[in-house]
């Protein structure tokens, strides 16, 4: 048989998930979306400490707002 005469199959579950973009991930500030990663090489013990914290990504999100925070003020000063 040749591919003219197949039957057009679609891909996926039929019927789908019509509601679908209700359950999207949506940015907690719009506009700001977190799509990057950052990786930061350390020891076990810090790693499984830090994974421990509840709500960890946020709280490592927020100690890097204040370092450059902290180095955007050190560099207006100084130079």
Do not use: C, F, H, Q
């Not at 199959?9 to 979306?33: E, F, H, L, Q, T």
């Not at 490592?60 to 100084?78: C, H, P």
């Amino acid at each position: 048989m040749s591919n003219s005469k197949r039957k057009y199959k679609p891909a996926g579950r039929p019927g789908g998930n019509p509601d679908i973009v209700n359950w999207s991930y949506k940015p907690a500030v719009p506009g700001k979306s977190k799509n990057k990663n950052l990786t930061v090489k350390v020891d076990e013990e810090m790693l499984v400490s830090v994974k421990s914290l509840p709500d960890w990504s946020n709280k490592v999100r927020a100690k890097l707002e204040e370092l450059l925070e902290e180095e955007r003020g050190g560099n207006a000063v100084s130079g």
